[in-house]
């Protein structure tokens, strides 16, 4: 026992008493107990992820849904005394798969009478020990399937949503539930259970690598095969998630020593947490849209502008005619002036497509032919066409635009017509279409 008002000797270790309880209490105050009562076992902490896939880049990757083989469906409809309609959802799989509480669901392709609704996403809100049995519910309906309604399975597909909340972050220490192997092309990588793996290249969001050893001491990555298949398909990441004295301190309000400065912004931790995970995501989703100059950003989404399109020419390149315009420099016009090209012909004026004159003919090298308006307006011969920029002005001369149609000529042997205006000596303007070949 400690002798009264002498306190503990070091060299003891706190063996003095038998109530560690209060020996903390002594040593740091009322209440220290309860503190490390809660703390307590901390350093056994884990959290688990399911693996989803192996992408094109190599890493391990919840940025896709991962379709979960399926072996029954079953439906448990209800009504309440208020007149509230539920269905109880149970999917059974045929491996275990890690799905938790919370987690986002589908459904596809059932369809059958009445029983289409269960079409659609859910949020699981049971799982089974075993984690082979699932549960969530769909408000609006009360429907029971019968007895092996839904045994056959092999066009229903069931699976997770993609996974952006959690994931490993660099040097986080990751062991596997079994030993895996993955394979892809003739070349393949093992990872084994009771080993220590280390998080490294993470987005802190939906994919990340492993290494054998921390970056502190130069990370040595598990080099997986690009889009490989695993075996088995269906384990799970465990992270290590002690609670150590660095993170009890960052828990901790320091004491603020100028007041121009608030801890979090004066709000609390959980705020300052979902404010950083909003400002994580719109700048992804920013990234993901922007050009990028480490990344394919081909797309076929249609582009519209509304209004005009300004082409930067900080070198002022294009202020100088001859540059634009000089025939016999096409090519290093191309590489040299900023621009909007078509093909290889550059749109000088707008974004129709560019035309020139060669003979007494138009002529573009656009693979897609398009003219804003032709117009016969100034009862002469003479083609105007809106949009075209020549080398002297917008109205390009032609001899006997209109003539009489040869009487062996029949409709059936042009290949394409443009509608056009055509105004006489008096001022009368009507419309007609201009009969074209392609030959």
């Given at each position: ?19 560690d309880r209060t020996a903390f209490d ?119 399937s019968t007895e092996n309604q839904y ?218 032919v398009s003219i804003g308006e032709l ?65």
């Amino acid at each position: 026992m400690a002798i009264q008002n002498q306190g503990f000797r070091r060299d003891l270790n706190l063996s003095e008493t038998e109530d560690d309880r209060t020996a903390f209490d002594n040593l740091a105050g009322a209440g220290t107990n309860l503190d490390i009562a809660v703390l307590r076992n901390n350093l056994r902490n884990t959290s688990s992820i399911p693996f989803y896939a192996v992408d094109s880049e190599g890493f391990f990757s919840s940025a896709s849904k991962r379709i979960i083989s399926l072996n029954s469906i079953s439906t448990d409809g209800n009504i309440d005394a208020a007149g509230n309609k539920t269905t109880t959802i149970s999917v059974a799989i045929t491996e275990p798969f890690l799905i938790k509480f919370g987690d986002l669901v589908s459904i596809s392709g059932v369809n059958d009478g009445g029983s289409d609704a269960l079409n659609g996403f859910f949020t699981v809100e049971g799982a089974s020990n075993d984690l082979k049995t699932f549960t969530f519910t769909k408000t609006g309906i009360a429907y029971t399937s019968t007895e092996n309604q839904y045994q056959d399975t092999a066009n229903i597909e069931f699976s997770i949503a993609s996974n952006d909340i959690f994931s490993f972050t660099k040097d986080d220490v990751i062991n596997v539930s079994t030993e895996v192997t993955f394979t892809s092309g003739g070349t393949s990588v093992t990872l084994s259970p009771n080993t220590n793996y280390y998080a490294t290249d993470s987005d802190g969001l939906t994919k990340f690598k492993l290494s054998t050893t921390r970056s502190t001491a130069g990370s040595n990555v598990v080099v997986i095969p690009n889009n490989a298949t695993a075996n088995p398909n269906q384990f799970i990441f465990t992270r290590k998630d002690p609670v150590n004295q660095p993170q009890i301190i960052n828990y901790i309000q320091p004491n603020i020593q100028d007041n121009r400065y608030q801890y979090l912004d004066g709000s609390s931790i959980n705020a300052a947490v979902d404010t950083i995970q909003a400002r994580v995501e719109i700048s992804e989703l920013s990234m993901s849209e922007k050009y990028r100059g480490d990344q394919d950003t081909n797309t076929n989404d249609s582009i519209k502008f509304e209004g005009s399109v300004v082409i930067n020419d900080p070198r002022n390149y294009n202020q100088n005619s001859p540059n634009i315009l000089n025939p016999n420099n096409v090519l290093e016009n191309i590489r040299k002036s900023p621009g909007i090209y078509i093909g290889d012909v550059r749109a000088f004026s707008s974004d129709n497509n560019p035309w020139d004159k060669v003979g007494t003919a138009l002529t573009t090298s656009a693979e897609e032919v398009s003219i804003g308006e032709l117009s016969f307006l100034d009862g002469t011969n003479s083609i105007v066409i809106d949009g075209l920029a020549s080398r002297d002005k917008d109205t390009l001369v032609i001899a006997d635009d209109i003539s009489d149609v040869n009487p062996t000529e029949v409709a059936t042997s042009f290949t394409h017509k443009i509608p056009i205006k055509v105004l006489d000596a008096n001022g009368n303007q009507e419309t007609y279409s201009l009969l074209l070949s392609d030959a």
